[in-house]
């Protein structure tokens, strides 16, 4: 078992984006004394939703955890209502590390 570095990437901009709208959460996993892209054991991601309730999605079981190349994932999350939404990454296993990110949503008025 090994630290890994764990790492969550939005590929929109910071700050409130629209309701109804959607962004791609990218995920990376590195061995830490090399910096290589590595698969953990499990990549689970979690996304709590404004309401409070939280979905788990795990690579390998579930279609909405998207592997690119080794080390490389992504999950896109759809923004349906207003309020925070926070995404966090868990690897456990032979690399073992978190990140968390917060999207802010505003409620559209027309």
């Known amino acids: ?3 890994g570095l764990v790492e ?21 996993v590195r061995d830490p004394g090399t910096l ?16 409070f309730t939280q979905s788990a999605y ?5 279609v ?7 080390g490389r994932y ?4 759809d923004l349906a209502d207003p309020g925070t939404y926070i ?3 868990e690897a456990t296993g032979n690399y073992q ?3 968390e990110r917060r999207q802010a949503v505003k409620a559209e008025l027309v």
């Open 74 to 77: 992504y999950i896109d999350v």
């Open 8 to 28: 969550i990437t939005v590929d929109k901009p910071v700050g409130p984006l629209p309701e109804g709208d959607g962004v791609r959460h990218s995920v990376t």
């Open 97 to 99: 590390g978190t990140d």
């Open 36 to 51: 290589a892209y590595v698969d953990p054991t499990v990549l689970t991601i979690r996304v709590r939703n404004p309401d």
């Open 64 to 70: 909405e955890v998207v592997r690119v190349a080794a």
């Open 1 to 3: 078992m090994a630290a």
């Open 87 to 89: 995404v966090r990454a």
């Open 58 to 62: 795990v690579y390998d079981d579930d």
